[in-house]
């Protein structure tokens, strides 16, 4: 594979666990990408002269919740007549929503549902105004096969797709809400910490980076910048206060790694208090507030950042 998909590979390995550190993942990376790039097989070995056969799945197409719904092609398209006779006048053709509906693709409902788990009863409910949506439980899992299989094509626009054209936004939009309603400007600076960002990623990279600041797999030109860790405060009830890098933390336990490099433990209970400090919370919190145009805005603006 290319570079670019074998840091998906690397990058969801770390979401299930692998511990390696921001360097140790750019010299993995760069390994994978020389021994094994396209037109390789096996361990390395010369590609045949015979034709490849299909594509299996890999851990790239696994990318995602761990009850992702895995979608049923003939179901899906069950369900693109259900969506046909009830929904695309409202929400459109490729369920991206206009004038009359909103974005499902976008939609909390949507994301959320699993085989019409939060779909079926969001419609029952009263939809739209208070108007219930008269569908059997077959074509609501159906319909979910179908908004699932939406959103899958809407964000496979990475390792095995060429990239949308996503510069389409106001780019003085964007600065307006960097430096407003987003509270962007609250934690970086255009002059700062961002300077030349326009010139560090490309369109599409720049908008995954906004969006998923975390995410490693993210192409930039130069090596890739180290991850701000999770933080931990405990306080503990004789008022001691201790900040570190938590290595375990349940109900019942916390334990850290703090400024020195020593470990330290402590049992959580009356009189403990325990502080997290995610250095992302903010774009996490924007997950569910900020709209496509004001993401599409705000890359427009950073692209002119150089």
């Known amino acids: 594979m290319t570079r670019e998909q074998w840091s998906g590979v690397v990058s969801n390995m770390i979401g299930r666990g692998a511990k390696i550190s921001d360097a140790e993942f750019d010299q993995v990376v760069e390994y994978l990408a020389k021994t094994l790039p396209p037109g390789k097989q096996g361990c390395g070995g010369p590609a045949t002269a015979k034709a490849a056969p299909p594509r299996k799945k890999s851990l790239i197409d696994e990318v995602g919740a ?19 006779a009830q929904c695309i006048t409202c929400h459109g053709t490729r369920a991206r929503g206009g004038d009359r509906g909103a974005d499902l693709v976008r939609s909390v409902v949507v ?26 439980q077959d074509q609501i899992v ?13 964000l496979r626009t990475g ?4 990239p949308l054209d996503i510069l389409v936004g106001d780019a003085q939009a964007g600065k307006t809400f960097f430096n407003g309603a987003g509270g962007c400007s609250h934690c970086h600076s255009t002059t700062g910490d961002l300077a030349h960002i326009g010139s560090r990623y490309d369109p599409p990279s720049l908008q995954q980076k906004i969006v998923f600041p975390q995410n490693r797999a993210v192409a930039r030109n130069g090596p890739s910048t180290p991850r701000k860790p999770l933080t931990v405060t405990v306080t503990t009830a004789s008022g001691e206060s201790i900040i570190g890098v938590p290595v ?3 109900d019942f336990n916390v334990a850290l790694i703090d400024g020195s490099g020593q470990y330290r433990s402590f049992v959580r209970g009356p009189g403990v208090k325990v502080e997290k400090h995610d250095p992302y919370a903010a774009h996490v919190a924007l997950l569910d507030q900020y709209t496509d145009k004001e993401i599409h805005d705000v ?8």
């Open 66 to 84: 761990n009850d992702k719904q895995v979608v049923d092609e003939e179901a899906a398209a069950r369900g693109k007549t259900v969506y046909i």
């Open 111 to 136: 994301l959320h549902d699993r085989y019409g788990s939060t779909l079926g009863p969001y419609l029952a409910q009263g939809h739209p105004a208070g108007k219930p949506v008269a569908l059997t």
């Open 142 to 154: 159906d319909l979910s096969h179908f908004l699932q299989q939406q959103v899958g094509d809407t």
């Open 159 to 162: 390792p095995y797709n060429n």
């Open 248 to 250: 375990e933390l349940d």
């Open 299 to 306: 890359v427009a603006y950073l692209v002119t950042v150089r």
